[in-house]
């Protein structure tokens, strides 16, 4: 499998050979979202908390008699009847989302999301994208170069999730060049995930022959 190479103003200098295990591997939809899902469980924080009868205040003794008032038995202003008393059953903070995900599994995932994009020419592979000094104007000006390759003609004007940047090992200054931009993220091959792929409407690759090799090594 070969893949041609661009520079930031859109022409084409050269190509790149891809592995076509992560490139050209087989669809497995279930698998990616088993993996997707499992991902986003594992990025979840649980916030929802509620105290139950044993952490609410008050309820230090019974609130009267047990009998010969007239009125129902009741043993604590803290049971869940009572306004102000503990929530029965309601969230606790300490509940645990988190999944297992197995490295192959990850990695399959990882590869068979990469394969449809690459099959539907949303990869690509740019020779050098980075900047001496952070500069927001000079990361605009490449992304609208880019968009003169075919098929990429919104890379540039895409309001929401634009493109996901790969680098082999990104700058300082290149990722605060594009951090002002709401609809891209800079990340390094190595943490590269199907979540952030699939995220993303393009997915650029800087810096191609070290990336692709950092890429693979993760298969090995």
Do not use: C
């Not at 540039?156 to 300082?172: E, I, S, V, Y």
């Amino acid at each position: 499998m070969q893949a041609p190479i661009y520079n930031t103003k859109g022409k084409e200098v050269g190509t790149i050979k891809l592995p076509e295990h992560i490139f050209g591997a087989k669809k497995n939809s279930a698998l990616v979202h088993q993996v997707v899902t499992a991902m986003q469980a594992n990025a979840r924080v649980s916030i929802a908390d509620t105290k139950n009868r044993a952490e609410v205040s008050g309820g230090g003794k019974k609130p009267w008699k047990q009998k010969g008032t007239g009125r129902a038995r009741h043993g604590s202003i803290r049971s869940p009847i009572w306004r102000g008393g503990g929530s029965a059953h309601g969230p606790l903070a300490e509940k645990k989302y988190a999944q297992k995900i197995n490295r192959k599994m990850r990695a399959e995932a990882l590869a068979s999301v990469l394969s449809e994009k690459f099959k539907d020419g949303k990869i690509l592979f740019v020779d050098s994208l980075s900047f001496d000094v952070p500069k927001t104007k000079d990361a605009r000006a490449a992304l609208t170069g880019l968009g003169a390759v075919k098929g990429y003609q919104d890379i540039a004007t895409r309001r929401k999730n634009a493109a996901l940047l790969a680098f082999p090992k990104k700058g300082a200054a290149t990722a605060k060049s594009f951090r002002n931009m709401g609809q891209v993220l800079v990340e390094e091959v190595r943490n590269l995930n199907p979540v952030d792929v699939l995220k993303y409407r393009y997915l650029i690759v800087t810096d191609p022959e070290p990336a692709v090799a950092a890429l693979t090594s993760r298969f090995s």
